[in-house]
């Protein structure tokens, strides 16, 4: 069972989000609609038992609603990361302040080594770390580093062949009771350990984002095979639309820093 989560940091998207970076080939985000959508996301969250710290949109940072990249959170410490686009650089130090009021122990990266928080997934006292184009080798051995001195395990996952893999959990998500959720674009042979896999039907590999919350599992609407698979193997989906989101390469986990 994963840990239970009490808390959530949001940031809801501002005027300049159209102006994040992009490879999806969606379009151009609709900003009423995304914010009618994170609305949606902020309530899931509640629903799902967690109080909410919703940080004002900051203009300089279009991509700063994906508040997961800026930090790695743990019950023995928060790690505040270094994002791998230079743009998007100054996102932590918002989320660091933020964080200060929370954890006793608040730990950094310390530059060139660069990690987004999209490739970093937490099986319980295991994290799996991705190096992408986001996440440098010496950034995700710094990280192993960092939380091998907190008493947990790391193992590193290098998705640089996979081109449709911007994150590692934009193809993995860890649901609890030893179960991976796998999209079927991750390496052949990547080391997941003991875990049981539940994959991602061909034309559904988005909705392998989703989040355990408690005792809900989000996961983004329109991909009824999963959901199906899902309440199959014993979990409770919340679908939530995330179209605008997913235009500019964003996934449900994407979106809060859980605690």
Do not use: W
Request: charged content about 25%; hydrophobic content about 40%.
């Amino acid at each position: 069972m994963p840990d239970r989560f009490n808390r959530a940091i949001l940031r809801r998207p501002g005027p300049t989000f159209a102006a994040g970076l992009t490879a999806s080939g969606g379009g151009s985000p609709d900003l009423k609609r995304a914010l009618v959508q994170h609305a949606a996301y902020e309530r899931a969250l509640e629903g799902c038992g967690l109080v909410l710290t919703v940080l004002p949109a900051d203009e300089r940072f279009p991509d700063g609603t994906f508040v997961e990249d800026t930090a790695v959170l743990t019950p023995r410490a928060a790690i505040v990361t270094r994002p791998g686009a230079p743009s998007r650089l100054g996102e932590a130090d918002s989320i660091e302040r933020t964080l200060d009021g929370f954890y006793t122990t608040v730990l950094k990266l310390v530059a060139p080594a660069t990690v987004d928080g999209g490739d970093v997934c937490q099986c319980e006292d295991h994290f799996l770390i991705g190096v992408s184009e986001r996440t440098s080798v010496a950034g995700a051995k710094e990280l192993a580093g960092i939380l091998g001195d907190l008493g947990y395990r790391a193992t590193l996952i290098d998705i640089r062949t996979s081109k449709s893999l911007l994150h590692l959990k934009t193809g993995l998500s860890y649901l609890g009771e030893g179960r991976l959720v796998v999209a079927g674009d991750l390496p052949e042979g990547a080391d997941l350990g003991p875990l049981e896999r539940v994959g991602v039907d061909p034309g559904e590999g988005y909705a392998a984002n989703c989040i355990r919350v408690n005792d809900r599992v989000l996961v983004a609407a329109g991909f009824p095979r999963f959901a199906e698979r899902l309440q199959g193997l014993g979990y409770d989906p919340l679908p939530l639309e995330m179209s605008e989101f997913r235009k500019m390469d964003g996934g449900l986990s994407c979106l809060s820093l859980r605690f």
